[in-house]
T-cell receptor, first 117, second 111 residues
Framework: DAGVTQSPTHLIKTRGQHVTLRCSPISGHKSVSWYQQVLGQGPQFIFQYYEKEERGRGNFPDRFSARQFPNYSSELNVNALLLGDSALYLC????????????????FGNGTRLTVT | AQSVTQLGSHVSVSEGALVLLRCNYSSSVPPYLFWYVQYPNQGLQLLLKYTTGATLVKGINGFEAEFKKSETSFHLTKPSAHMSDAAEYFCAVSDDYKLSFGAGTTVTVRA
């Protein structure tokens, strides 16, 4: 079975631009979470969606938004990009509603490397 | 809020030596604790997790971790390091909808 797939793998944008990152969960998984990993740091939680409903949001500005589609795939949108948005963006999927991985484990994709110049 | 602290940002071990990575947690309720590994240019792979029950948790690739409530610790060990263990390791604690990760420990293995 295919794992979590993210596209694109790499992206270069200019400050002030907008970006859309995409994630396809493992087949049968209904929960998708997004994390931002700045170089040299641990991943930081951005959003969790389950059955197309937002269940959790991390401490990120309103420039960050996301949605989940009927097929459970997801998009992360970032507006008005800043240099500090340069990071690896990770998507994770799980079967159950809990995005913390306590009941059913989180499966991570390989991420999208975003560089803002 | 639940959080974890990883002690030591870099660990260097000889091949065949013990690997010990330290993690302390802060939680007001019994925590769910995890160790993940990240290889270069890849996502995170679950090594092991503690939910309830046995305090010694065995994971993949020969790793194990012990939950010690009295010390609020969840240290990761492997008796004998292999070159393929060179990676970055993250401790994490979960609540309902998210994981909170430590800053990570980079492991290098010397031949």
């Amino acid at each position: 079975d295919a794992g979590v797939t993210q596209s694109p793998t790499h992206l270069i944008k200019t400050r002030g631009q907008h970006v859309t990152l995409r994630c396809s969960p493992i087949s049968g998984h209904k929960s998708v979470s997004w994390y931002q990993q700045v170089l040299g740091q641990g991943p930081q939680f951005i959003f969790q969606y389950y059955e197309k409903e937002e269940r959790g949001r991390g401490n990120f500005p309103d420039r960050f938004s996301a949605r989940q589609f009927p097929n459970y795939s997801s998009e992360l949108n970032v507006n008005a990009l800043l240099l500090g948005d340069s990071a690896l963006y990770l998507c994770a999927s799980s079967y159950s509603a809990g995005g913390g991985g306590g009941i059913s484990p989180l499966h991570f994709g390989n991420g999208t490397r975003l560089t803002v110049t | 809020a639940q959080s974890v602290t990883q002690l030591g940002s870099h660990v260097s071990v000889s091949e065949g030596a013990l690997v010990l990575l330290r993690c302390n947690y802060s939680s007001s309720v019994p925590p769910y604790l995890f160790w993940y590994v990240q290889y270069p240019n890849q996502g995170l792979q679950l090594l092991l997790k503690y939910t309830t029950g046995a305090t010694l948790v065995k994971g993949i690739n020969g790793f194990e971790a012990e939950f010690k409530k009295s010390e609020t610790s969840f240290h990761l060990t492997k008796p004998s390091a292999h070159m393929s263990d060179a990676a970055e390791y993250f401790c994490a604690v979960s609540d309902d909808y998210k994981l909170s990760f430590g800053a990570g420990t980079t492991v290098t293995v010397r031949a």
